[in-house]
Nanobody
Framework: QVQLVESGGGWVQTGGSLKLSCTLSGSSIRAYAMAWFRQAPGKERDFVVRLSRSGANRYQAIDVRGRFTISRNNVENTVYLQMNSLKPEDTAVYYC???????WGQGTQVTVSS
């Protein structure tokens, strides 16, 4: 059974940085394109970034372009999200996901104060 555990969230001031991690168990991360999503209070879960299986192709949502970077370590079975120049509107619970599959972790809370 595929399980995902996100970590690395926390509280940060505007302009700060955080690096999130997501470790997959029950399968090899090599098999999947990976993505990060986020859900702000009272809103639907939104796509943030995705990374191809090979790691060669990335796509970011327009509101995080140039600030967020997704990467993967297939040996550690982990995907990362480096978030720079954080803004209050980035406040949300962040989830990783094997793209297109119905597997979700518990998420990790990111709070950006102004």
């Amino acid at each position: 059974q595929v399980q995902l555990v996100e970590s690395g969230g926390g509280w940060v001031q505007t302009g700060g940085s955080l690096k999130l991690s997501c470790t997959l168990s029950g399968s090899s991360i090599r098999a999947y394109a990976m993505a990060w999503f986020r859900q702000a209070p009272g809103k639907e879960r939104d796509f943030v970034v995705r990374l191809s299986r090979s790691g060669a192709n990335r796509y970011q949502a327009i509101d995080v372009r140039g600030r967020f970077t997704i990467s993967r370590n297939n040996v550690e079975n982990t995907v990362y999200l480096q978030m720079n120049s954080l803004k209050p509107e980035d406040t949300a619970v962040y989830y990783c996901n094997p793209l297109g599959l119905p597997y979700w972790g518990q998420g990790t809370q990111v709070t950006v104060s102004s």
